[in-house]
């Protein structure tokens, strides 16, 4: 499993050089250059453009360019950006920790939320409750943030506000201070709905799809064997059912993890949050490139490091996979 | 004679389907005594595995409901027990075994977890001595290295082996009842005969009743006391095993017994069939469940349901020609 390890890791470190190459040589493709963008409509005196193109290094050659990059790079360095002089790691660190915080939240509360609507619909099955799960699961699914995001805040901030209806309040600011990294010190309720925003879409996607593989595994003789046993319901559901359901499950929610990246992203515009959001489409309309390159850098190492955390999880849920080295390729 | 074990008396399951109400048992009896192998025999459809599955409860209702009768177990009615007394009961006093070993163990779980897991959850000790306890009941039914191989998943095990493993786990906790529902059907004939040893073995040394239900009048004759024979949701002839093959008394019997292929007998005849196919429990024949696919019927077989009479001691059959004076010399 270690050796698996491993060679997963180098496995993403190939991906990582691969798609900053890529975008890389898709910044040189592209019309235009980052320092005229910067100017905006005023053209510059040529000697003041040479200058600060020759301060950026983009006067240089494309490949001593690309070189120069890596080289920073391995010291951890991601360059300044071009429109604001700002340094890269200052830029993702204070964005990123905001959209960290925000994926976590997020994420957690759609593993709860599945968990509990799928468990629920799956064993009472037919129930009232399965059937308001159903509907709220599918008509959830299509729903996009902008709107979602905008209906819960008049749902949950500004209605509230205009009935005096203050417990239902939770349009509240963003926490300012946190502990452990994720834990606001302040107040919670800034993080409600956000998270909620960011986690139904795809919560529903989860429950449905651990509704049916419940319902299936619910059915194996071993689940009847369970209860000869003289088990309990809730042992056989918990114990028996759900960690052989949960394959189908964690593949979905790693896939899930990778895409809500992007949900996160369109909630905090939606709600204003000091995130990544902005950055990311100004940076890609300015050819912002080092930016740009840093954020993919990170993208892509999360989803390398979610989709190796989902192929372990598979042998530790289920012993029939094996982990093997020599799969690998 | 002392108490039975068991009496299942005048059951009836039906299931609501969407195609109508399935009558899959109507109105069966069954006395088990302590100590007692019975085998229960008859086709897929029969009501034999529903019988079964309606001692332990583990009938989902719906679609199961259950119109008529009692499962009187030790003299209360499982029927009308509340579900935590029967957890109780479930692989306490009563444990079962199931057709498809490959499928019945939890693929998850190592063979020691699953039976240990059935220990602790019938009597409060710890999991050091469940552990002990699950190796010595997988030694007890020939488990080659039980110590070893209580930590191997069941994927790890063949399907004679992961069988063994059931009988152990469904004798673990010492039930006074095992019912194991066709538990050679889907192994290897090699394997059949050791599991089905293994089980009387074990069974006659623990002083555990079975149940035995198959398709199979072979497996019946091999470690049986006492045969009833299941036929379109009743028990249409009950016997001692030797009786049974002596004489069958029910014309359905005697067809079965006649499509066995016999060994010692050179036939260069086609084996006997029974003519027709089973009822359709969601519209059962009117009279004798039998009567369309019987040699001898007569025309009160088919508006008339025959009663289990006690035609001679121990041998009860459900035939309305049974008390013909003729009519046994025919079927003999």
């Known amino acids: 499993m270690f050796t698996y390890t491993i060679k997963r890791l180098l496995q993403s470190l190939i991906v990582v050089w691969a798609a900053v190459t890529l975008m890389f040589a898709l910044f040189f ?12 409509e005023k053209s510059l005196p040529p000697g003041i453009l040479a200058n600060i193109t020759a301060k950026y290094g983009l006067d240089q050659p494309t490949y001593v360019q690309y070189f120069r990059f890596w080289g920073h790079l391995f010291k951890g360095d991601l360059g300044y950006s071009y429109k604001n002089d700002k340094s890269v790691n200052t830029i993702l660190h204070d964005g990123l920790s905001t959209s960290a915080r925000l994926l976590f939240w997020g994420a957690l509360l759609q593993l709860i939320i599945a968990l509990t609507v799928g468990l629920t619909s799956a064993i009472k099955r037919g129930s009232l409750g399965d059937r308001i799960g159903t509907i709220f699961t599918v008509g959830i699914q299509g729903i996009p943030v902008f709107v979602s995001g905008l209906l819960a805040q008049y749902l949950f901030g500004v209605l509230p506000f205009q009935m005096h209806w203050d417990w239902l309040n939770f349009f509240k600011p963003w926490p300012q201070s946190w502990t452990a990294g994720v834990i606001p010190t302040d107040s919670w309720k800034g993080i409600i709905l956000p998270a909620l925003v960011v986690a139904v879409v795809d919560a529903a996607f989860i429950a449905r799809m651990l509704r049916s593989s419940l319902l299936e595994v619910l059915r ?28 189908p499950v964690v593949t979905v929610y790693g896939t899930s993890l990778i895409a809500i990246f992007g949900v996160a992203v369109q ?39 979610v989709n190796l955390v989902v192929d372990l999880s598979y042998a530790l849920i289920d012993p029939r996979i094996k982990i093997d080295s020599k799969a690998v390729h | 004679m002392s108490q039975p074990l068991l009496h299942i008396d005048d059951l009836y399951v039906h299931f609501n389907t969407s195609d109508g109400v399935v009558q899959a048992i109507n109105g069966a009896s069954l006395t088990l005594n302590p100590g007692e192998i019975v085998g229960l025999v008859g086709e897929s459809g029969s009501g034999k595995s529903v019988t079964a599955m309606s001692i332990l409860g583990l009938v989902p209702k719906p679609p199961a409901i259950y119109p008529k009768g009692r499962i009187l177990w030790k003299g209360i009615d499982l029927l009308t027990t509340p579900d935590r007394e029967l957890r109780e009961i479930r692989g306490g006093e009563i444990s079962m075994i199931f057709q498809d070993p490959m499928t019945s163990l939890n693929p998850v779980y190592t063979i020691g977890h699953q039976i240990s897991e059935m220990i602790r959850v019938h009597s409060r000790i710890s999991a050091k001595t469940a552990k002990l306890r699950s190796i010595e009941m997988l030694d007890l039914v020939g488990m080659p290295n039980p110590a070893q191989r209580i930590d191997d998943y069941p994927h790890q095990f063949s399907g004679g082996m992961r069988q063994r493993a059931m009988i152990a786990m469904a004798l673990s906790c010492s039930p006074e009842l095992l019912i194991a529902d ?11 005969a050791q599991i089905l040893e293994i089980l009387e073995k074990s069974a006659r040394e623990l002083n555990v009743s079975v149940l035995l239900i198959t398709h199979d009048l072979g497996v019946v004759a091999g470690i049986c006391d006492r045969v009833a024979v299941m036929y379109g949701g009743r028990i249409v002839e009950e016997a001692p095993v030797d009786d049974l093959f002596e004489r069958p008394l029910m014309p359905y019997t005697w067809g079965l017994m006649r499509s066995i292929p016999q060994m010692d007998k050179v036939s260069t005849k086609r084996l006997y069939t029974i003519p027709g196919s089973p009822p359709v429990m969601s519209r059962p024949p009117k009279g004798c469940a039998f009567a369309p696919r019987c040699e001898f019927v007569i025309d009160r077989c088919h508006t008339e349901v025959p009663q289990l009479i006690e035609y001679a001691p121990h041998r009860m059959v459900r035939c309305h020609r049974v008390s013909e004076p003729d009519f046994i010399a025919v079927l003999a």
């Open chain 1, 267 to 305: 909630t905090e515009k939606v709600f204003s949050l000091p995130g990544m959001g902005s950055t990311i489409a100004d940076s890609a309309l300015s050819q912002d490139a080092p930016v740009v390159l840093g954020l993919a850098i990170v993208v892509i190492a999360f989803g390398a490091v």
């Open chain 1, 220 to 247: 194996a003789d071993y689940i009847r064997t369970a209860f000869a046993k003289g088990l309990s319901a809730r042992r056989v559901w918990f114990h028996h059912a759900l960690r052989n359901a949960m394959i």
């Open chain 2, 182 to 192: 066709e538990p050679t059907t889907a192994l290897d004939v090699t394997i059949q």
């Open chain 1, 29 to 40: 493709i592209i019309p235009g250059d980052p320092i005229s963008l910067k100017s905006g």
